[in-house]
């Protein structure tokens, strides 16, 4: 397999997060945990459990926001680790199944069970 498509974006973005870098998941958590709210009451709560982070360079992944981290997260992923990658695919049309322990095929229903 050598393109992605959405599914397996999401996939990737969502299942393989021990190819991604300390910074890579501290975006995601930052981004994930809504780090634009306003008070600083509630930012203070979360930079102290580790949710998100001043860091100049976290900051500079996040700023083109969710989808443009969600992308440069994949791609890297993706073109460092294809080979590596432990995707759940469909034994007959190869496609990506929902999660690493689905066992039917969302394009072809295939069920390997």
């Keep these: 397999m050598d393109t992605l498509y959405p599914e397996l974006e999401d996939y990737i973005y969502r299942y393989c997060e021990k190819?991604?870098?300390?910074?890579?998941?501290?975006?995601?958590?930052a981004i994930s945990y809504g780090f634009n709210t306003q008070s600083e009451s509630i930012l203070a709560i979360m930079r102290q459990k580790g949710w998100i982070s001043d860091d100049p360079r976290i900051l500079a992944m996040i700023a083109?926001?969710?989808q443009a981290l969600k992308?440069?997260?994949?791609?890297r992923v993706w073109n460092e680790?294809?080979?590596?990658?432990?995707?759940?695919?469909?034994?007959?049309?190869?496609?990506?199944?929902?999660?690493?322990?689905?066992r039917q095929c969302r394009y072809c229903f295939h069920d390997w069970h």
Excluded: V, Y
Aim: charged share 35%; net charge neutral; hydrophobic share 30%.
């Design 19 to 29: 190819f991604m870098t300390e910074d890579e998941l501290d975006a995601k958590k």
């Design 64 to 66: 083109d926001g969710n």
């Design 71 to 75: 992308d440069s997260i994949i791609k």
């Design 81 to 102: 680790h294809r080979h590596e990658l432990p995707l759940n695919l469909c034994p007959k049309c190869h496609k990506i199944a929902r999660t690493p322990q689905a």
